[in-house]
C-alpha cells in the first residue's frame, strides 16, 4: 500500500506468476485426464489365454473395425489361466480361453456368459521320427508310458483338462518337461523330447520337426469368448453383436 494505492510486491508478484502457471497446469492435466477417459471409453480389451487364439479372434476383430471406426480393441496375453479374475476385476472387456468352460455355477456367481468362438479338438504333437508318426489310427490310451511334454498343470486349466482325458482313457501322463507356453512345449517336441497333446488348430503354424496326428478319440478344444453381463460398455457391445449368439445365464 502506497500513497497512490496498492501494488504487488515482489513476492506477490512471484506469488501472482506461480500461480498462473499451476492453473494452467492443473487445466492442462484435467484435459488430459479426460482425453484418456475418453480413449478408455472408445477402447474393448481383450485378454487372450494363448497366442494361437489370435487367428479365431483376428476375422471378429476385422469386422469389428470396418463397421465401427469409431472404436478400437487392444489385446493383451493374460496367461494360461482362465479369464474369471482379470474380468472380474474389470481389467479386460472380453475373455478368450479354452476348454474347459468355466462351470455354469462360476459363471453365475461372476454374472458372466460365454460365447462359442470356433470348435476345435485335441491332436497329438510328435516329433517328426516319433514311431507313433506312421500310424494311421491313434487313441489316448496308445499314449500311455510315453514320456510327454506338458503345460505347467499348476497354472493351465488346460493342462489339468488333458491330465484329466488322459485319466479318463485309463492312464496319467508320464511327463518328462513342462513349459509355460505352447509355443515352447512345440519347441520341445520339436527337438525329440517328448509327445505333446495340442488344440489341433496349431498344426496350421508348421513347427519344425513337429508332425501332428489326429486322435480317433479326440476330446474337444473349442475356444469361447466369456464377458460380464454387468459391462453395458458401448465398444464391448457393438464387438458382441458380430459374434455368434451367447449361452450361459441371463
Known amino acids: 500500500r502506497t500513497a497512490r494505492g496498492l501494488a504487488l510486491t515482489a513476492a506477490g508478484t512471484a506469488l501472482v506468476t506461480e500461480a498462473a502457471h499451476l492453473i494452467s497446469t492443473t487445466r492442462a492435466a484435467v484435459t488430459a485426464v479426460r482425453g484418456v477417459n475418453e480413449e478408455a ?20 476383430l476385422n469386422d469389428f473395425r470396418a463397421r ?8 493383451r496375453e493374460i496367461g494360461a489361466e482362465t479369464p474369471l479374475d482379470a474380468l472380474h476385476a474389470g481389467e479386460i472387456d472380453l475373455g478368450v480361453c479354452r476348454e474347459p468352460l468355466p462351470q455354469e455355477a462360476l459363471l453365475h456367481r461372476y454374472r458372466l456368459t460365454a460365447v462359442l468362438l470356433a470348435r476345435d479338438e485335441v491332436a497329438l504333437a510328435l516329433p517328426a521320427a516319433h514311431a507313433l508318426s506312421h500310424r494311421s489310427a491313434i487313441g489316448l490310451a496308445d499314449l500311455a508310458g510315453e514320456p510327454m511334454v506338458t503345460l505347467a498343470d499348476d497354472t493351465s486349466d488346460f493342462q489339468r483338462y488333458l491330465t484329466g ?16 507356453k505352447q509355443q515352447i512345449v512345440l519347441a520341445l517336441v520339436g527337438h525329440n523330447m517328448g509327445i505333446g497333446l495340442m488344440p489341433a488348430s496349431l498344426s496350421a503354424i508348421g513347427w519344425p520337426g513337429v508332425v501332428f496326428k489326429r486322435l480317433r478319440d479326440a476330446p474337444p478344444a473349442n475356444v469361447y469368448a466369456v464377458h460380464s453381463l ?15 449368439q451367447p449361452f450361459g445365464p441371463s
Open 68 to 75: 465401427h471406426p469409431e472404436f478400437e480393441w487392444v489385446i
Open 41 to 60: 471409453r472408445r477402447r474393448v480389451r481383450i485378454g487372450v489365454s494363448e497366442f494361437s487364439m489370435w487367428s479365431v479372434l483376428m476375422p471378429h
Open 230 to 244: 454387468r459391462n453395458r460398455a458401448a465398444p464391448l457391445r457393438a464387438l458382441l453383436e458380430l459374434l455368434p
Open 165 to 180: 482325458c488322459c485319466a479318463a482313457a485309463g492312464f496319467l501322463p508320464r511327463v518328462r518337461h513342462q513349459a509355460d
